[in-house]
């Protein structure tokens, strides 16, 4: 109850409140779970790793049950939600999740421990999911030196997919534009993205947005506190791909795409506005939309077991596993 007599810099309800001494207090987001050798439920073994000493980034490492001692699988690179300002690689649930998505779509995952803001203000949470990124493709180099067992042993470079959920999802899909654009380590290359319920906005309303001091809506007040420095504010094109400055979605550096939103959600339209304009862009690969009814945001993860995240998942796997 000490935060009870500090003063009160900024809030951001329901996320987190901000104090002068610069001590941060979360209000959302799911407990650290550690990982587990064999989860019960589905088989899948964990291990948290270092990434990177300075800066500190880590990963959570998801292996499923092997059929085969040298059993070669596809890896996943998965960055989580929490609006760049809660949750975590640790969190209960999406350990819960990736449990479930790497049993049944047979991969092995590395969930992407990023820094947070306000403490950590973008870039940075894009600079390390790139590092960690980076990191997985230099397994793919014969003479590199540190090299992860399991992603050494059982992964298959030839079949490296990137996904994540909400502004997981915005990572992903920045990952995969500058995968595109700069290459990534060995030369390795994204067979799939796919981007569930991705946190998108802009400077200007669109379809049923509330059209009445769209300034004022959540997403731009996130956007104020998480990167403050934005080069063209919330029309920056980590934030919208469509913006003026961003670059061209032809340059999107994977071979599929699949986005994912719901009826209910906030950013569904963004989700839908995203996908037409890849469709009708000048890339030449394979782009899907899913959409479906009656559900809100990221109720994959929030209502983990009902029939329509089983439904989600299950497409999600196919994804993989195509």
């Keep these: ?10 809030e951001l ?4 409140r901000v104090y002068k001494d610069g001590s941060v207090e979360r209000y959302l987001g799911s407990p650290i779970v550690p990982p587990s050798h064999e989860d019960q439920e589905t088989g899948v073994s964990s291990k948290d790793i270092t990434i990177s000493e300075n800066p500190i980034i880590s990963a959570r490492l998801y292996l499923p049950k092997l059929t085969q001692p040298n059993q070669k699988l596809p890896i996943l690179v998965y960055f989580h939600g929490g609006a760049f300002i809660v949750e975590s690689a640790f969190s209960s649930d999406h350990h819960r999740y990736l449990n479930d998505l790497v049993s049944q779509g047979q991969v092995v995952a590395v969930s992407v421990e990023y820094r ?3 403490e950590h203000s973008l870039p940075i949470a894009y600079e390390d999911s790139w590092a960690a990124f980076q990191w997985v493709a230099s397994h793919s180099i014969n003479n590199y030196a540190y090299k992860e067992p399991w992603l050494e042993n059982h992964g298959d470079f030839k079949r490296v997919f990137v996904g994540g959920d909400s502004a997981g999802a915005n990572i992903a899909y920045n990952m995969t534009m500058r995968a595109g654009i700069e290459g990534l380590n060995g030369g390795v290359k994204i067979v799939g993205t796919f981007l569930t319920h991705p946190f998108f906005w802009s400077s200007k309303p669109i379809g049923s947005e509330c059209t009445v001091e769209h300034e004022k809506s959540l997403p731009c007040r996130l ?3 998480i990167f403050p420095d934005a080069p063209d504010g919330i029309d920056n094109p980590k934030m919208n791909p469509l913006g003026p400055s961003a670059p061209s979605l032809a340059r999107l ?6 986005v994912s939103v719901s009826e209910k959600d906030e950013l569904r339209n ?8 890849v469709k009708e862009s000048e890339w030449e690969g394979e782009v899907e939309l899913v959409e479906v009814e009656g559900e809100g945001h990221a109720f994959q993860i929030l209502k983990f077991g009902c029939e ?3 439904n989600l998942n299950k497409r999600l796997v196919s994804f993989l596993l195509k």
Excluded: Q
Aim: aromatic content about 10%; charged content about 15%.
């Design 308 to 310: 329509n995240a089983n």
């Design 253 to 258: 550096g994977c071979s599929r795409l699949l």
């Design 116 to 118: 947070l803001a306000p």
């Design 270 to 277: 963004r989700g839908v506005l995203y996908y037409n304009a």
């Design 1 to 10: 109850m000490a935060s009870i007599d500090k003063e009160v810099a900024t």
């Design 223 to 225: 956007w104020e506190h």
């Design 13 to 16: 309800l329901p996320f987190l």
